[in-house]
């Protein structure tokens, strides 16, 4: 398998990109966002890095790169460290700097039957399977803002699923790139590093939080009503 070839490509528009690993096992599925800006660039997530994901991006070279990874988990930080400009929860600070299995969980990509469907462009294995650490350069903290020129990305921390998963809220436009915290599909609160309680007071605010169009860690995107209805049926689930 060749580099190009072990991801796809979902145009959504003519500035923003899906970006997918669809020979990795469904539960390390996740999505990676290319975000063209005007002044730069924003890549959302970076997907197991058993390829090199930032040479499948063709960013003019010189042109800067934010780099922000909704949370630590493997599935979300494998690429992390191609890229010079990183953005991260203060929760999960050190978690980038080292990358440690208590808080990626890759132990369980690595005990995962069938992790992969195919070879991966790097020859690693998921038995030999390593995270490089890829320390934050800015520490986000909710409410600060990532600006590309054309646009800006406000950050909400919504912890419950992991300690410093945050997500990107472009005000004006509504366009929110929610990481893990919500998606379509099974939602995970029993992982080491997952607070239910903490998860419970993110779904309150994202019931009732105004967006356009939600663009998850796993899944297709969706709009503001499924939003709140996700969040709802959570908050009835944890509630019995
Ligand atoms: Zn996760
Ligand atoms: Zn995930």
């Given at each position: 398998?060749?580099?190009?070839?072990?991801?796809?490509?979902?145009?959504?528009?003519?500035?923003?990109?899906?970006?997918?690993?669809?020979?990795?096992?469904?539960?390390?599925?996740?999505?990676?966002?290319?975000?063209?800006?005007?002044?730069?660039?924003?890549?959302?997530?970076?997907?197991?890095?058993?390829?090199?994901?930032?040479?499948?991006?063709?960013?003019?070279?010189?042109?800067?790169?934010?780099?922000?990874?909704?949370?630590?988990?493997?599935?979300?930080?494998?690429?992390?460290?191609?890229?010079?400009?990183?953005?991260?929860?203060?929760?999960?600070?050190?978690?980038?700097?080292?990358?440690?299995?208590?808080?990626?969980?890759?132990?369980?990509?690595?005990?995962?039957?069938?992790?992969?469907?195919?070879?991966?462009?790097?020859?690693?294995?998921?038995?030999?399977?390593?995270?490089?650490?890829?320390?934050?350069?800015?520490?986000?903290?909710?409410?600060?803002?990532?600006d590309i020129g054309d646009a800006c990305y406000t950050v909400l921390h919504l912890p419950g699923h992991?300690?410093?998963?945050?997500?990107?809220?472009?005000?004006?436009?509504?366009?929110?790139?929610?990481g893990d915290a919500i998606y379509q599909g099974g939602l995970v609160d029993d992982l080491p590093g997952c607070n239910i309680e903490a998860y419970k007071?993110?779904?309150?605010?994202?019931?009732?939080?105004?967006?356009?169009?939600?663009?998850?860690?796993?899944?297709?995107?969706?709009?503001?009503?499924?939003?709140?209805?996700?969040?709802?049926?959570?908050?009835?689930?944890?509630?019995?």
């Amino acid at each position: 398998m060749t580099n190009t070839n072990w991801f796809s490509k979902d145009v959504i528009s003519d500035r923003l990109t899906r970006i997918c690993e669809p020979h990795v096992h469904k539960f390390f599925q996740a999505n990676m966002f290319h975000v063209v800006g005007k002044d730069a660039d924003l890549v959302i997530d970076f997907g197991m890095g058993l390829a090199n994901l930032r040479n499948e991006l063709h960013i003019p070279s010189g042109k800067p790169v934010f780099a922000v990874a909704t949370h630590v988990h493997v599935d979300h930080v494998g690429s992390f460290h191609e890229f010079e400009t990183r953005l991260g929860h203060a929760a999960e600070a050190e978690a980038f700097a080292r990358m440690p299995d208590a808080s990626t969980l890759a132990d369980y990509f690595r005990t995962q039957p069938d992790a992969v469907n195919a070879a991966d462009p790097t020859g690693v294995t998921p038995e030999t399977y390593e995270i490089l650490p890829a320390p934050l350069t800015r520490i986000l903290e909710e409410n600060d803002v990532i600006d590309i020129g054309d646009a800006c990305y406000t950050v909400l921390h919504l912890p419950g699923h992991s300690p410093g998963s945050i997500g990107l809220l472009d005000q004006r436009t509504g366009e929110f790139f929610s990481g893990d915290a919500i998606y379509q599909g099974g939602l995970v609160d029993d992982l080491p590093g997952c607070n239910i309680e903490a998860y419970k007071v993110t779904m309150t605010r994202l019931s009732k939080l105004e967006v356009d169009v939600v663009h998850g860690g796993h899944g297709e995107k969706f709009g503001n009503a499924r939003l709140h209805e996700i969040a709802k049926s959570y908050l009835i689930s944890r509630n019995r």
